[in-house]
């Protein structure tokens, strides 16, 4: 609220302090309901200022057209705003070493710093004061390595979802300063996990989902338990451009849900995109908890090879692994590049939804090379890749060029004595 001196009040025939037209905004009909977060807020919402305000009031001041004389006529419209919720940042994602920092991230929010030799939380990462309290900042970055005329870069967005989706894509220099920043608008909800970057594009799968905040805001279910799937809308491929240079594209594919993508690459007039599909958002009963999920009623996640064409602006999909298998993991000299390797965290069972027990390779041309699991006591985490050397020889046809010289790291709980292995070393062939 505005306070006006007195003095600065002014007799109505001179001047009014308002104008008609400003007023006749607020008194229209609203055709649309809407659900969003509110994330412009100037000051600091009172910590203890708690609960819901519902209001309500005319919303609806025509009938199919024909205005209503008085607003005593209009349709009722409910209006809940919600302060007692504040997300907490539980920062439970992923992490990265990037920039002489370790950075703990949550897709919702900032990221925080810890001590890599103690672990101790340092604070929040502003990232030199881009970032704020509570912005957002994806969970999983792609680090590009460069060539001769591009240095290294971790590449990486935020996403402020709402009835039009705000992306931001920040690239960072290797001392951690963000050198480039932009914002795209993309219309509706979006739910955007991870991405994959090329030298030139940022590519993001924008899953037909929807989000109904009101039970979540008011505490009734988690966020997971408010995304619906739409089953008859396609998933959308937003191309985004790494510089100014190039046009925003976007492409259709059959509706499918992605969290992770292996890599992308350019490939004459396409972008070739390796990602893990579910055929539906893989949620969770609401009845259940987390340790009770019945695996043979979820979606297996499946490997998916997107071709997506640039001058047609069209999209093809081939299946490449069909056992369900999650978190790719690639040579990190290869991201962005063409690449012939992907390690991923897999089922034992070759078929169907299951907890991720064995660790897979596998090569793009020819589906699923190598299999290792821990079955029927061991179930493993996400696999990273450790290079022998740091850099190997760009790809050429045919020609692995070292991508799988390495180690496969990962961390293995054995039930149930509840001790964790870090196992499997993948020496090359
Ligand atoms: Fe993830």
Same mark, same amino acid.
């Given at each position: 609220m505005q306070t006006i001196p007195s003095q600065q009040n002014t007799s109505s025939c001179e001047?009014?302090?308002?104008k008609l037209e400003d007023w006749q905004g607020a008194n229209c009909s609203l055709n649309q309901e809407y659900d969003y977060w &509110? /994330? =412009?807020? #100037?000051g600091e919402i009172p910590t203890n200022l708690n609960g819901t305000l519902f209001r309500n009031g005319p919303?609806?001041?025509? &009938?199919f057209g024909r205005e209503i !004389? !008085?607003?005593?006529?209009g349709d009722g419209m409910i209006c809940a705003v919600s302060f007692d919720l504040r997300k907490k @940042?539980?920062?439970?994602t992923n992490i990265i070493y990037w920039g002489d920092k370790l950075l703990a991230l949550w897709e919702a929010s900032h990221p925080y710093r810890l001590d890599? @030799? *103690?672990? /101790? *939380?340092?604070g929040i990462e502003t990232l030199d004061g881009v970032l704020h309290k509570d912005s957002p900042f994806a969970a999983h970055p792609m680090i590009d390595p460069g060539d001769e005329t591009r240095e290294p870069r971790l590449v990486t967005f935020a996403i402020k979802p709402g009835p039009l989706t705000t992306i931001t894509v920040y690239e960072l220099n290797q001392t951690g300063k963000v050198v480039q920043q932009h914002d795209h608008k993309i219309p509706g909800f979006a739910f955007i996990h991870g991405f994959a970057i090329t030298p030139n594009y940022c590519l993001f799968f924008q899953n037909p989902v929807s989000f109904n905040p009101l039970p979540y805001v008011l505490g009734f279910r988690g966020a997971a338990e408010c995304i619906k799937f739409h089953r008859r809308s396609p998933t959308k491929i937003w191309l985004i451009p790494r510089d100014s240079s190039r046009e925003v594209q976007v492409l259709e594919t059959d509706p499918c849900f992605v969290f992770h993508h292996a890599n992308a690459f350019e490939e004459g007039d396409e972008l070739i995109v390796d990602s893990v599909c579910y055929e539906t958002f893989p949620g969770i +009963? !609401? @009845?259940?908890n987390y340790q009770e999920i019945?695996?043979?009623?979820r979606p297996p996640a499946q490997l998916w090879r997107f071709h997506l064409n640039l001058k047609t602006k069209t999209a093809q999909r081939d299946l490449?692994? #069909?056992?369900?298998? /999650?978190f790719p993991f690639i040579h990190p000299d290869r991201i962005g590049q063409p690449h012939r390797c992907i390690f991923l965290a897999a089922a !034992?069972?070759?078929? %169907? +939804?299951?907890?991720?027990?064995a660790i897979i390779k596998v +090569?793009? #041309?020819?589906? #699923?090379q190598e299999f290792w699991s821990a079955a029927p006591k061991g179930f493993v985490g996400e696999p990273v890749f450790v290079p022998r050397t740091p850099h190997i020889p760009p790809y050429q046809?045919? &020609?692995?060029? %070292?991508? +799988? =010289?390495g180690w496969v790291l990962t961390l293995v709980f054995i039930a149930p004595d509840i001790i964790f292995r870090l196992i499997y070393h993948y020496p090359n062939p």
């Amino acid at each position: 609220m505005q306070t006006i001196p007195s003095q600065q009040n002014t007799s109505s025939c001179e001047s009014k302090p308002y104008k008609l037209e400003d007023w006749q905004g607020a008194n229209c009909s609203l055709n649309q309901e809407y659900d969003y977060w &509110i /994330e =412009d807020v #100037e000051g600091e919402i009172p910590t203890n200022l708690n609960g819901t305000l519902f209001r309500n009031g005319p919303g609806l001041l025509d &009938i199919f057209g024909r205005e209503i !004389h !008085h607003p005593f006529d209009g349709d009722g419209m409910i209006c809940a705003v919600s302060f007692d919720l504040r997300k907490k @940042n539980v920062a439970n994602t992923n992490i990265i070493y990037w920039g002489d920092k370790l950075l703990a991230l949550w897709e919702a929010s900032h990221p925080y710093r810890l001590d890599p @030799n *103690t672990l /101790e *939380t340092l604070g929040i990462e502003t990232l030199d004061g881009v970032l704020h309290k509570d912005s957002p900042f994806a969970a999983h970055p792609m680090i590009d390595p460069g060539d001769e005329t591009r240095e290294p870069r971790l590449v990486t967005f935020a996403i402020k979802p709402g009835p039009l989706t705000t992306i931001t894509v920040y690239e960072l220099n290797q001392t951690g300063k963000v050198v480039q920043q932009h914002d795209h608008k993309i219309p509706g909800f979006a739910f955007i996990h991870g991405f994959a970057i090329t030298p030139n594009y940022c590519l993001f799968f924008q899953n037909p989902v929807s989000f109904n905040p009101l039970p979540y805001v008011l505490g009734f279910r988690g966020a997971a338990e408010c995304i619906k799937f739409h089953r008859r809308s396609p998933t959308k491929i937003w191309l985004i451009p790494r510089d100014s240079s190039r046009e925003v594209q976007v492409l259709e594919t059959d509706p499918c849900f992605v969290f992770h993508h292996a890599n992308a690459f350019e490939e004459g007039d396409e972008l070739i995109v390796d990602s893990v599909c579910y055929e539906t958002f893989p949620g969770i +009963d !609401h @009845n259940l908890n987390y340790q009770e999920i019945d695996f043979d009623t979820r979606p297996p996640a499946q490997l998916w090879r997107f071709h997506l064409n640039l001058k047609t602006k069209t999209a093809q999909r081939d299946l490449l692994v #069909e056992r369900s298998c /999650e978190f790719p993991f690639i040579h990190p000299d290869r991201i962005g590049q063409p690449h012939r390797c992907i390690f991923l965290a897999a089922a !034992h069972q070759p078929q %169907g +939804d299951a907890p991720q027990q064995a660790i897979i390779k596998v +090569d793009p #041309e020819y589906g #699923e090379q190598e299999f290792w699991s821990a079955a029927p006591k061991g179930f493993v985490g996400e696999p990273v890749f450790v290079p022998r050397t740091p850099h190997i020889p760009p790809y050429q046809g045919g &020609i692995w060029g %070292g991508e +799988d =010289d390495g180690w496969v790291l990962t961390l293995v709980f054995i039930a149930p004595d509840i001790i964790f292995r870090l196992i499997y070393h993948y020496p090359n062939p």
